[in-house]
């Protein structure tokens, strides 16, 4: 994924068969559907690849529960298969996660589903044992043919309080089914484009898309040079900002998206993991917005909120839904405190969902499809994926993928339904053999290819490819040698590429003064920055993460590290 090769390509042709705009998840997935068919397809993304709402998931990938109250049961029934899909192609990314509802009503919620469906604006009650023991009949039969994870069970009071001491007293029962999570998402983004543009497809970050009157330009922002292209179809794949990205080139639509904001916490506490007792409690607020405590990487994730907002770049955590996090984490474990300097990340992102003027955000459909804005002068046609969640990119981008190819007058050759993503290729059915396999032939401890197994997959090989030793980072498990394999091979063009998407450091807390000097130093001596340069894209990092994530560095301490 040579940047430098691309440019020279798209500068001696600039003629190519679809431009892909937005390299999040779901671009992402429509880009490899396409390339896969031997379409010629490029992709451009405006800022990095997965970072604006691919970067902002709960990290679960699950059907949906609470969508079943809408009537959406196609979504559920496809947000299920496509679960159970990632979990046989991404296993190293994707796992089971046992996910408990407190219940604290009988017969509650059971009028949500008829106001719903006669379009009354009451808002949603909480939702009571019935409403939700019928919810998850219906998970478990829609997953019947394929089961690959236990049935629900329910729990009485004095079961649910013996197995969770720490939660809520008031509790009268607890539901315990099985969904999944994703511990690296945006590295699922990155190899999906990885293992196509080693192939031949092109791709680039922090490449806009413009008009320029008579046609479509691709700025590269970060020299400024901007390079004509002439596509016979464009693919608009920028979530929240489709409407904006519309207008920017020249595309003549009404307003289809109407995203909403949706902000978490991670929380360094362990008696709040411990509390958990490795599940996810999935629970209703006393409003009854539904909220997640979530195991993350050894922390707990807590979210979250569900916000209206009109410019999807200015998204981030504000003061008042960390607060209202924290309630509703006071809510379900009442005797648990959480301080704020507990809090070492804070994240915000916006759903694409589709255009709604329904009062409550909850009943806004989180379905997807695709709409064509037909082409206007020297702009071609438009194909617009609208609405979708995480779970479901791969069948997004195969829908999308299909419409183009049907516009294009071509068929589909290829099919992804069974296709592993990166490191989940020749995944092992027995991991622990694996590991002390690789661990013998690396000279390296066997946890630490446990480790290297749940970040890179099988893939691990290409990050540590030598024996030996490895020299590991200051105040890291990360060694010099992952490091340096990401910059030189992944695209990377600043430090929030390497720190926020391309490892998890910074979601984990780890981040560190001397651990962001010495990436800093690796970084620069592979782009020969010199040393103004170095030091102010330390320092551009520096006011992103106390913008974006809580990260604040004191202004002495911050001066320090730049020097």
Same mark, same amino acid.
Request: some cysteine; aromatic content about 8%; charged content about 25%.
């Given at each position: 994924?040579?940047?430098?090769?691309?440019?020279?390509?798209?500068?001696?042709?600039?003629?190519?068969?679809?431009?892909?705009?937005?390299?999040?998840?779901?671009?992402?997935?429509?880009?490899?559907?396409? /390339?896969?068919?031997?379409?010629?397809?490029?992709?451009? $993304?405006? @800022?990095?690849?997965?970072?604006?709402?691919?970067?902002?998931?709960?990290?679960?990938?699950?059907?949906?529960?609470?969508?079943?109250?809408?009537?959406?049961?196609?979504?559920?029934?496809?947000?299920?298969?496509?679960?159970?899909?990632?979990?046989?192609?991404?296993?190293?990314?994707?796992?089971?996660?046992?996910?408990?509802?407190?219940?604290?009503?009988?017969?509650?919620?059971?009028?949500?589903?008829?106001?719903?469906?006669?379009?009354?604006?009451?808002?949603?009650?909480?939702?009571?044992?019935?409403?939700?023991?019928?919810?998850?009949? %219906?998970?478990? !039969?829609?997953?019947?043919?394929?089961?690959?994870?236990?049935?629900?069970?329910?729990?009485?009071? /004095?079961?649910?309080?013996?197995?969770?001491?720490?939660?809520?007293?008031?509790?009268?029962?607890?539901?315990?089914?099985?969904? /999944?999570?994703?511990?690296?998402?945006?590295?699922?983004?990155?190899?999906?484009?990885?293992?196509?543009?080693?192939?031949?497809?092109?791709?680039?970050?922090?490449?806009?898309?413009?008009?320029?009157?008579?046609?479509?330009?691709?700025?590269?922002?970060?020299?400024? *040079?901007?390079?004509?292209?002439?596509? +016979?179809?464009?693919?608009?794949?920028? @979530?929240?900002?489709?409407?904006?990205?519309? &207008?920017?080139?020249?595309?003549?639509? +009404?307003? %289809?998206?109407?995203?909403?904001?949706?902000?978490?916490?991670?929380?360094?506490?362990? $008696?709040? !993991?411990?509390?958990?007792?490795?599940?996810?409690?999935?629970?209703?607020?006393?409003?009854?917005? #539904? =909220?997640?405590?979530?195991?993350?990487?050894? &922390?707990?994730?807590?979210?979250?909120?569900?916000?209206?907002?009109?410019?999807?770049?200015?998204?981030?955590? $504000?003061?008042? $839904?960390?607060?209202?996090?924290?309630?509703?984490?006071?809510?379900?474990?009442?005797?648990?405190?959480?301080?704020?300097?507990?809090?070492?990340?804070?994240?915000?992102?916006?759903?694409?969902?589709?255009?709604?003027?329904?009062?409550?955000?909850?009943?806004?459909?989180?379905?997807?499809? =695709?709409?064509?804005?037909?082409?206007?002068?020297?702009?071609?046609?438009?194909?617009?994926?609208?609405?979708?969640?995480?779970?479901?990119?791969?069948?997004?981008?195969?829908?999308?993928?299909?419409?183009?190819? *049907?516009?294009?007058?071509?068929?589909?050759?290829?099919?992804?339904?069974?296709?592993?993503?990166?490191?989940?290729?020749?995944?092992?059915?027995?991991?622990?053999?694996?590991?002390?396999?690789?661990?013998?032939?690396?000279?390296?401890?066997?946890?630490?290819?446990? %480790? !290297?197994?749940?970040?890179?997959?099988?893939?691990?090989?290409?990050?540590?490819?030598?024996?030996?030793?490895?020299?590991?980072?200051?105040?890291?498990?990360?060694?010099?040698?992952? #490091?340096?394999?990401?910059? *030189?091979?992944?695209?990377?063009? =600043?430090?929030?590429?390497?720190?926020?998407?391309?490892?998890?450091?910074?979601?984990?807390?780890?981040?560190?003064?001397?651990?962001?000097?010495?990436?800093?130093?690796?970084?620069?001596?592979? &782009?020969?920055?010199?040393?103004?340069?170095? /030091?102010? *894209? =330390?320092?551009?990092?520096?006011? !992103?993460?106390?913008?974006?994530?809580?990260?604040?560095?004191?202004?002495?301490?911050?001066?320090?590290?730049?020097?």
């Amino acid at each position: 994924m040579n940047r430098s090769h691309t440019l020279a390509g798209l500068r001696d042709r600039p003629d190519i068969a679809v431009l892909v705009i937005g390299g999040g998840i779901n671009g992402i997935s429509v880009f490899r559907e396409l /390339a896969l068919q031997g379409v010629d397809v490029v992709l451009a $993304e405006k @800022g990095d690849y997965c970072s604006g709402a691919s970067a902002a998931l709960s990290r679960m990938v699950h059907g949906g529960l609470r969508y079943l109250e809408n009537g959406e049961f196609k979504l559920v029934r496809e947000s299920l298969l496509e679960r159970d899909r990632l979990l046989r192609n991404a296993p190293h990314y994707v796992a089971p996660l046992p996910t408990t509802v407190p219940i604290f009503d009988i017969f509650s919620g059971l009028a949500n589903g008829a106001v719903r469906f006669l379009g009354l604006t009451r808002r949603p009650s909480r939702r009571g044992a019935l409403v939700i023991k019928t919810g998850l009949a %219906m998970y478990d !039969l829609f997953t019947f043919a394929r089961r690959l994870m236990p049935t629900h069970r329910f729990r009485g009071r /004095a079961e649910t309080l013996k197995t969770w001491p720490a939660i809520n007293p008031a509790i009268r029962n607890s539901a315990t089914y099985y969904d /999944a999570w994703v511990s690296r998402p945006e590295r699922l983004g990155l190899e999906m484009l990885l293992d196509v543009t080693a192939g031949g497809a092109r791709a680039l970050n922090y490449a806009q898309v413009s008009s320029t009157g008579d046609g479509l330009a691709i700025t590269d922002t970060l020299t400024g *040079e901007r390079l004509p292209v002439r596509a +016979q179809l464009v693919v608009n794949a920028t @979530g929240g900002w489709i409407d904006l990205t519309n &207008k920017a080139i020249g595309a003549a639509a +009404q307003r %289809m998206m109407g995203g909403t904001k949706g902000s978490h916490l991670i929380v360094d506490s362990s $008696e709040l !993991l411990e509390a958990l007792g490795g599940h996810m409690v999935y629970y209703e607020n006393e409003d009854g917005r #539904i =909220c997640i405590l979530f195991p993350y990487l050894g &922390k707990v994730l807590v979210g979250s909120t569900d916000i209206r907002v009109d410019d999807p770049d200015q998204a981030r955590c $504000e003061e008042d $839904e960390q607060r209202y996090m924290l309630q509703s984490l006071a809510f379900v474990f009442p005797s648990i405190k959480i301080s704020e300097d507990q809090i070492v990340f804070r994240f915000s992102g916006v759903r694409p969902l589709p255009a709604s003027e329904d009062s409550f955000t909850s009943r806004i459909p989180r379905d997807h499809f =695709c709409e064509f804005v037909e082409a206007s002068g020297h702009l071609p046609a438009t194909l617009c994926m609208i609405g979708g969640k995480w779970t479901t990119f791969r069948s997004f981008g195969a829908l999308a993928a299909d419409s183009v190819l *049907e516009r294009l007058g071509l068929e589909r050759s290829v099919g992804t339904q069974d296709m592993a993503i990166g490191g989940g290729r020749d995944f092992p059915a027995d991991p622990e053999s694996w590991c002390a396999s690789f661990a013998l032939e690396r000279g390296l401890p066997v946890e630490r290819a446990r %480790m !290297l197994l749940r970040r890179y997959g099988t893939s691990a090989g290409k990050v540590v490819a030598h024996p030996g030793g490895e020299e590991m980072l200051p105040r890291s498990d990360y060694s010099a040698s992952e #490091i340096r394999h990401i910059i *030189e091979c992944e695209q990377v063009e =600043c430090l929030a590429d390497l720190f926020l998407r391309r490892t998890t450091i910074a979601i984990s807390g780890d981040l560190s003064f001397d651990l962001i000097n010495a990436v800093l130093d690796m970084l620069a001596a592979h &782009k020969g920055w010199s040393a103004d340069e170095a /030091a102010a *894209e =330390c320092e551009t990092f520096l006011a !992103l993460l106390a913008d974006r994530h809580g990260i604040d560095f004191k202004t002495h301490q911050r001066s320090a590290l730049c020097a």
